[in-house]
């Protein structure tokens, strides 16, 4: 088994995360800043130029994005 490294999700709560009204409901959305960061990983991801530590945020950043994806779907399935 591998074991792999990630930065906590729990870190950008502070400064990536925004509740944004979308047709009068409240959904978790990122920041312009950690959506920008986020595609900038993913670019660097596909040329094969991430480092170790990029890869580890990488992977903070779309285990947040999964977390946010679902607690979106419940708030719309309500």
């Known amino acids: ?3 792999q490294t990630m930065v906590q ?3 950008w709560i502070e400064v990536g995360i925004q509740i944004q009204k979308v047709r009068g409901l409240n959904l978790f959305k990122f ?3 950690l959506q920008a960061r986020l595609e900038v990983l993913i670019d660097r991801q596909k040329s094969d130029l991430l480092t170790t530590e990029e890869t580890s945020e990488l992977t903070g950043i779309t285990e947040l994005d999964r977390i946010f994806t679902l607690m979106n779907a419940r708030i ?3």
């Open 1 to 3: 088994m591998i074991t």
């Open 31 to 33: 920041t312009d800043d």
């Open 76 to 78: 719309i399935g309500e």
């Open 9 to 11: 999700p729990s870190f």
